[in-house]
């Protein structure tokens, strides 16, 4: 399974931005998909994830209400729709996918998730 994140780039504050993420390959065998970030010298943290089905999403407490998660399994490509940005948002944005089933809080962890994308930069400016 291979998975390329794009839609990064240079916002002010308050502004929205969008990203992409297509899977190619075997993607029958997963399951959840997700976003995660980092920002420089921090670790990599949750952000949202979302099941396969795409009827169930989790997001971590930073980004609820203004980011929204979404999948279109037709095209094998999920999205993080991001607004009311701020600069503590900024990051390298990677998604993810699993192979094995996870629900709640067991779809934080990132060693839950067996592919990452190469991560797209997000810099939001003050």
């Known amino acids: 399974v291979q998975l390329q994140a794009f839609g990064g780039g240079l916002v002010q504050a308050g502004g929205s931005l969008r990203l992409s993420c297509i899977t190619s390959g075997r993607t029958s065998g997963t399951f959840a998909m997700g976003w995660f970030r980092q920002a420089p010298g921090k670790e990599r943290e949750f952000v949202t994830a979302i099941n396969r089905s795409g009827s169930t999403t989790y997001y971590a407490d930073s980004v609820k209400g203004r980011f929204a998660i979404s999948r279109d399994n037709v095209k094998n490509t999920m999205y993080l729709q991001m607004n009311s940005l701020k600069p503590e948002d900024t990051a390298v944005y990677y998604c993810?996918?699993?192979?094995?089933?996870?629900?709640?809080?067991?779809?934080?962890?990132?060693?839950?998730?067996?592919?990452w994308g190469q991560g797209t930069q997000v810099t939001v400016s003050s």
């Open positions: 993810a996918t699993t192979t094995s089933y996870c629900s709640g809080v067991g779809c934080y962890a990132s060693t839950r998730y067996d592919y």
